[in-house]
């Protein structure tokens, strides 16, 4: 019989680097749903909506999906197809005053506040890294990206923190 | 000695004092000087040798347009060329070097060049290096790049930190000066999100180069209080060092800020930023570019533009000493008079216009500059005038022909200025780029008030677009003086006047083209390479494209302007690709197991994005081949274990989920039943192999399919379209969990003892799958193989991967086996003739590589055009095994096939080797490749040339599965 | 060059992958033979003025349709292949 070790993804993490800091966050359960052609799923967000959910959130994910985070998988056979995506990505919190002027050295989005309010999100990508991002606060991210590419994701990350703390 | 005006230079410092070397000759200047600045302010006017004739060169202007003072700065072992000294700022310690001489600067040997001058005009060295043509690469080219051309490079790779940046904003203001301020203030107070970005450090334009009054204050004091309120305002960006250098579709502008060019130690700070910025509405308030008179001898080091002398004036109290003033334009008689009234000595105003002379100085009025003496920098220029010649003697000779608006950037998008005879000079249209109106001197609006009044003009119609209401507010009072000219281009009085200081063209270049045809200013261009230097001829295009008009007589107007293309100065290749170094190339995809994988030593090797093991080497195995053939032997004897998550892995959910299959695989999955795994083929829609891979169904309404490596984001992009585009309504979803699950290989004849060690049991039939616990962990089992042993796949959430991976190893060594990496499954699978997109490579169908039969009845993606003449005639290629006649020779890849006794040419062709193999197992190597109606010639033996490595191997044609063709092994 | 992605809004085109001629969406019926095959792979006009194609909003998985002017560069039209609303409600 074998005992099998649950290993996070993103590496090097804490890192603080001027106004900014990068830490590993732990989403809890991840399950995508993706509704079938005229199914009411209740709850399920328009794009760019995050909506709260029971203890989760319903977070907009990309075309006819979002991620159900924080709350276990429901039953919604028939309704929409239910994934398990627990696995499949990293996530990291980008916070601190420059949060801001280090995402604009890597993600193409319109960021000022009025385009990406604080409690919604958005796909994009970041340098070559499809990633979701969802702005908790003005200067909060929570960012996902593919597991295989967190390393990735950690050194641009760092990299631009990095370069704008040099600035100040 | 010090060419220092006391207590003038808005720009410097006193109080900080900086050293820097040029030539390795250290100089004393202040903290706030740039390099044009500093060396005029220590008496070196002498900066540089001209391109083509080694002429002796100074500095022109003192801004970003700069076509003379190009030096070579040097840097923690790197140096970067052609840069302009009057954008260089100092720092302590800077090493600036003079560039394209031989020999010291002061006696360049190749000066010869311009005793040649005759010779060397336009077109030259395209009509005498003709012949020998064999000369050419060895002999001219070398010595003509030895002696033209600018800086050099390091030859070294840049590791200097660059950085590329996004902005958003509902305003952008290019540049400013009066017309910037007011726009980014008018914008600003309505409550819009303004860039301001200005190219120098310190924001103000002519504010602070000519000193005018604005609202009863000095400009610069105006400036700095508007600064002031910008600065506090949270809608406002200023950005300073940051020259906007493009405009491009839909609102996006290219801008490059200087970080780190001017600190000495700039740690992490990066040199530069390309920004990338997007704005609803811009506003091109770049001011204007005064442009030279072309006279003889207007090259000489201490000849400038009047704006340039103003600007050393005034920003950096550099004394130009005795000035004289050559202008034809009110603004030249201005800077005049401003310049006498600060103590600037003027030898001589001289103007061609028949003006009325009643200045404290001396003025020459229907006079022209007909020459100019002094070996290596000026000292008196000939002025001709109604009673002769004089000879003036002079340090500066200020030029001032016009102005040119800065209209660069609203001509970016292919739109064509309008000449204006008012300012003779060309103006630019309205809504040239869309989005983005210009104001200021950049339109022709030249006297304080009026640049003033057009900003705030410019920013209330942007704010209309905005849908914001512009506030309230009375225009500062500033000078307002008209504005006139009489064009004067160029002086002919004999010898050689320069148009393009950085190219060294000169009006008789220019004329040459005309009479040699090149009557089109694009052709004249490209002939005399006017307009081609680092400058992109700012201070020369009008002029000559005027000369150019003269010449042919065609007009201004006709002749019109060459293409105005980004970027407006020159941007770093580093700061454009920045991030894009090393490992910020390509993200590095990383399997679960990568950590043990490399503690055990593999070598890695790319594929895609992807790092998968290349071998796993074990004491004394020095290369890939002895580790190879264990891995393949073991897996063949006892059992193997490969990370296999790289594979695309697609949920396909929903009622239709099977219909939806039907239609992108040539075979037929809705009759799959539960828990059972398919092989299954994608065409694209030309008929043509996209992909394979394998169906498992999971469930009534759940398959999942996994595609190539390689492949696996080109088949979600197809799935999604096929979706889209043709079965939108149906009950289907597609959902990627490549990353969700860690998958491995588990192959060999005792893959089912490694199986048990994980307390899983074995009981599934080939090309099954089910459900599995492992330890606790919901995985799951695929029965399949890719090796042609019996083959397990075990899928578990990634989180496990890393642990199940070192269970496996543990296991697989316990039971005389091994991980195996890539050149072992290589091997194992050109064993079985199974393919990959070696042979799968966008030109073959599925009957060329053996698997016809998998094209089901029914209509799928692909099957109508895979049915076309071409597609389907004998004598196509067609997948083959290949097995050298004698067992010991080397097969390669990518040689061709030719019959034993033919010639290797084109026409004899046969086909071309996909992939090769060391086989252990059969002992000698194996090849796959296509080759013309190859199924027919199973037996025959041909022969594979490999041209590039000069290899020549008899092979016998046989059918691509070498080993256990009836599939026993992988069936149990 | 920037696309309105009825998703997500405007973003930057590298955010998207060029595909090809709309003419892609008129899949002919498998039998219609060779020249309409043909001409429905291959045969594309080259305007100078309104065009239509397909774009790829890799971030969210949508497939697009822009009608856009090769001269001016001006887009005049972005539409969702597929029912968006009804595919995601």
């Not at chain 1, 399950?31 to 907009?60: E, L, N, Y």
């Not at chain 2, 509405?281 to 008179?293: D, K, N, Q, S, T």
């Not at chain 2, 006794?901 to 026409?907: G, N, W």
């Not at chain 3, 899949?27 to 309104?50: E, F, K, M, S, T």
Request: proline fraction near 6%; glycine fraction near 12%.
């Amino acid at each position: 019989m074998v005992d099998l070790i649950a290993d996070g993804a993103a590496r090097g993490l804490p890192v603080t680097l001027g106004r900014a800091s990068l830490v590993g966050f732990d989403p809890g359960p991840v399950t995508s749903i993706a509704p079938f052609p005229g199914r009411a799923v209740p709850g399920f967000p328009t794009p760019g909506q995050v909506v709260a959910q029971g203890a989760g959130r319903m977070v907009w994910a990309g075309r006819g999906m979002a991620f159900l985070i924080g709350a276990p998988a429901p039953d919604l056979q028939g309704q929409a197809a239910v994934t398990d995506q627990s696995d499949g990505w990293v996530w990291v919190t980008l916070s601190g005053a420059d949060a801001v002027a280090v995402l604009a050295r890597l993600v193409p989005l319109d960021l000022r506040p009025q385009a990406f309010p604080a409690g919604t999100t958005a796909r994009s990508t970041l340098g070559h890294l499809p990633v979701l991002l969802i702005r908790e606060a003005v200067d909060t991210f929570r960012i996902a990206a593919f597991r295989s590419m967190a390393g990735s994701l950690v050194h641009d990350l760092t990299g631009a923190m990095r370069a704008v703390a040099a600035r100040r | 000695m010090s060419f220092r005006i006391p207590g003038k230079g808005l720009m410097i410092d006193r109080t900080r004092p900086v050293q820097f070397s040029f030539d390795g000759k250290r100089f004393d200047v202040f903290q706030g000087d740039t390099l044009a600045s500093a060396l005029l302010a220590n008496g070196q006017r002498l900066m540089g040798r001209s391109f083509k004739y080694h002429r002796p060169r100074g500095v022109l202007t003192a801004g970003s347009e700069e076509p003379s003072a190009l030096v070579e700065i040097h840097e923690r072992g790197q140096q970067t060329p052609n840069v302009r000294a009057t954008v260089q700022e100092l720092y302590e310690g800077l090493e600036a070097r003079s560039q394209n001489r031989i020999g010291p600067l002061g006696f360049d040997l190749l000066a010869v060049n311009d005793l040649m001058a005759p010779f060397f005009s336009a077109g030259f060295y395209y009509k005498t290096f003709m012949w020998p043509r064999a000369f050419w690469e060895k002999i001219y080219e070398p010595a003509i790049r030895r002696a033209a051309g600018l800086g050099r490079l390091s030859g070294k790779h840049d590791e200097a930190v660059y950085e590329k940046a996004w902005a958003h904003c509902d305003l952008l203001v290019i540049g400013a000066g009066p017309a910037g301020w007011m726009a980014a203030l008018v914008a600003a107070r309505a409550g819009a999100d303004v860039i301001l970005a200005d190219e120098d450090r310190r924001m103000g334009g002519r504010l602070l180069a000519d000193l005018p009054e604005v609202g009863g204050q000095a400009g610069p004091d105006w400036a700095a209080g508007v600064v002031a309120e910008l600065a506090a305002l949270p809608n406002v960006r200023l950005m300073t060092r940051t020259t906007v250098t493009g405009a491009y579709d839909d609102g996006t502008f290219g801008a490059l800020e200087r970080v780190g060019l001017h600190v000495a130690d700039p740690g992490d700070l990066p040199r530069e930023c390309f920004w990338r910025i997007v704005a609803k509405r811009a506003i091109l308030c770049a001011g204007a570019l005064e442009r030279p008179i072309a006279h003889p001898d207007n090259d000489r080091p201490g000849v400038m533009l009047a704006s340039g002398v103003s600007a050393m004036v005034n920003k950096w109290g550099v004394d130009p000493g005795a000035v004289v003033v050559f202008s034809n334009n009110d603004s030249g008689l201005a800077a005049t008079r401003r310049l006498f009234a600060q103590g600037i000595r003027i030898a001589a105003y001289v103007d061609p216009r028949a003006i009325p002379v009643t200045e404290p100085f001396p003025v020459y009025a229907q006079a022209q500059v007909t020459g100019t003496r002094g070996r290596l920098g000026l000292r008196d220029v000939a002025v001709t005038h109604a009673g002769g010649t004089s000879l003036i003697e002079a340090r500066t000779l200020a030029l001032a022909g016009g102005w040119n608006p800065t209209l660069h950037l609203a001509c970016h998008r292919n739109g064509r200025p309008e000449w204006s005879e008012r300012i003779a000079a060309f103006v630019p249209r309205a809504g040239m780029v869309p989005g983005l109106s210009v104001a200021g001197a950049a339109r022709g609006v030249f006297s304080t008030a009026a640049c003033l009044a057009d900003g705030a003009a410019s920013a209330a119609e942007a704010l209309g677009d905005l849908g914001l209401n512009p506030p309230a507010l009375s225009l500062p009072q500033a000078e307002d003086a008209p504005y006139a000219i009489v064009p004067l281009w160029a002086v002919d009085a004999g010898g050689r006047a320069w148009l393009d200081f950085a190219n060294d063209v000169t009006t008789k270049d220019v004329k040459l083209a005309a009479q040699e045809g090149y009557s089109s200013v694009e052709h004249m261009k490209r002939y005399t390479t006017q307009g081609m230097a680092p400058d992109q001829g700012k201070s020369s295009n009008v002029a000559a494209l005027a000369v150019l008009a003269e010449a042919t007589g065609q007009g201004i107007p006709a002749t019109g302007t060459t293409t105005y293309r980004p970027p407006f100065t020159p941007v770093s290749i580093a700061a454009m690709g920045a991030g894009g170094r090393a490992e910020g190339f390509a993200p590095r995809r990383l399997m679960t197991s990568d950590a043990q994988t490399r503690a055990m030593g593999a070598p890695m090797i790319e594929a895609g994005l992807w790092y998968r093991p290349s071998y796993f080497p074990r004491a004394g195995e020095t290369d890939w081949r002895p580790a190879c053939d264990r891995e393949v032997r073991q897996v063949r004897e006892a059992v193997g274990v490969a990370d296999v998550s790289t594979l695309g892995k697609i949920d396909v959910q929903g009622a239709d989920a099977g219909r939806f299959l039907d239609f992108v695989y040539t075979n037929t999955m809705s009759t799959l039943p539960v828990g059972k795994v398919r092989y299954g083929l994608m065409l694209r829609e030309d008929g043509f192999v996209m992909d394979d891979g394998t169906c498992a169904r999971l469930g009534d309404t759940h398959y999942l399919i996994t595609t190539t490596t390689a492949a696996a984001g080109q088949v979600m992009r197809h799935l999604d379209f096929v979706h889209q585009a043709f079965c939108a309504g149906w009950d289907v979803r597609l959902i990627s969990v490549t990353e969700t699950w860690a998958q491995f290989a588990v192959a060999g004849p005792r893959a089912r003892d490694v199986l048990a060690g994980l307390g899983v049991q074995a009981a599934l039939p080939f090309m099954g799958c089910a459900p599995v616990q492992i330890g606790g962990v919901a995985g799951r089992l695929f029965r399949i193989s890719f090796s042609g042993e019996e083959g397990y796949e075990v899928a578990v959430p990634a989180r496990y991967g890393a642990s199940l991976f070192a269970e496996l190893v543990r296991l697989a060594e316990a039971h005389e086996g091994c991980a195996y990496g890539m050149e072992a499954l290589n091997v194992l699978r050109v064993e079985k003739g199974f393919i990959t997109h070696a042979e799968i490579h966008g030109r073959v169908t599925a009957d060329d590589v053996g698997l016809g039969g998998m094209v089901a009845r029914k209509d799928c993606i692909g099957k109508p055009a895979s049915q076309r003449p071409g597609l389907t005639e004998p004598g196509r290629e067609q997948l083959v095994g290949l097995m050298p006649v004698n067992q010991g020779e080397v097969l390669t890849a990518g040689a061709h096939l030719y019959n034993e006794r033919d010639a290797a040419t084109r026409e004899n062709n046969q086909g071309y080797v996909t992939s090769v193999a060391p086989s252990p197992t059969l002992d000698m190597w194996l090849g796959l490749g296509f080759l013309k109606n190859g199924r027919a010639r199973h037996g025959e033996v041909i022969r594979l040339d490999d041209g590039l490595r000069g290899r020549k191997v008899l092979v016998e044609v046989c059918h691509p599965v070498f080993f256990d063709p009836e599939g026993g092994r992988m069936r149990g | 060059m920037r696309l309105t992605c009825p998703c997500c809004g405007t973003r930057d085109r590298r955010e998207f992958t060029y595909y090809g001629a709309a003419e892609f969406l008129n899949r002919p019926a498998p039998d219609a033979g060779l020249q309409a095959w043909d001409a429905y792979l291959h045969l594309r006009d080259n305007p100078a003025g309104i065009t239509r194609d397909l774009w790829y909003h890799d971030p969210c998985q949508s497939w697009l349709e822009v009608t856009r002017d090769t001269v001016t560069h001006e887009i005049h039209a972005v539409r969702a292949l597929g029912d968006l609303v009804g595919d995601a409600a």
